[in-house]
């Protein structure tokens, strides 16, 4: 089992040094920071496999049961999403999505187990990342910029 799905903590055993032992509390008219971090999977070329993009992609799929409505709903063009969900089904070798010609129903697309599964894992890998390095933000290098907000 990878180690993002242990759950929450697993990322958090990076051990730096509290260069702060003293917490300075802040008020109301000290500025207050954030880190912010954007996380991706790709393979050894550099190439994304999956990411919040792709993410957002097959979750919009997902509700509407349509690449064309996730794509108006994203504000993307259907060829755009398509491709970019095409390349990872390439990459990963397997599909991500199951298919289904018009008809009097009408087309249509659903997410395949794996893509249910990545949509779910990659959730639980990008909460634990942001927990994590809130965390140590908080421990390193908030007070600082706490100080020099001063």
Wanted: glycine share 12%; with cysteine; net charge positive.
């Amino acid at each position: 089992m990878p180690k993002w799905e242990r759950g929450p903590g697993v990322l958090g055993a990076c051990s730096l040094p509290d260069i702060h032992a003293k917490r300075v509390s802040m008020t109301e008219k000290e500025k207050k920071f954030f880190i912010r971090s954007k996380v991706w999977i790709e393979d050894e070329g550099g190439k994304v496999i999956f990411g919040l993009g792709r993410l957002r992609m097959l979750e919009a799929i997902g509700r509407h049961g349509s690449i064309q409505a996730a794509a108006k709903e994203l504000k993307m063009s259907y060829r755009a999403l398509w491709g970019r969900i095409k390349a990872t089904e390439e990459r990963l070798g397997a599909p991500l999505l199951v298919k289904s010609v018009g008809g009097a129903a009408g087309g249509g697309s659903q997410l395949t187990p794996l893509a249910h599964r990545l949509v779910a894992q990659f959730r639980q890998l990008h909460h634990c990342i942001a927990a994590d390095s809130d965390g140590l933000f908080e421990r390193v290098f908030a007070v600082q910029l706490q100080d020099v907000s001063r």
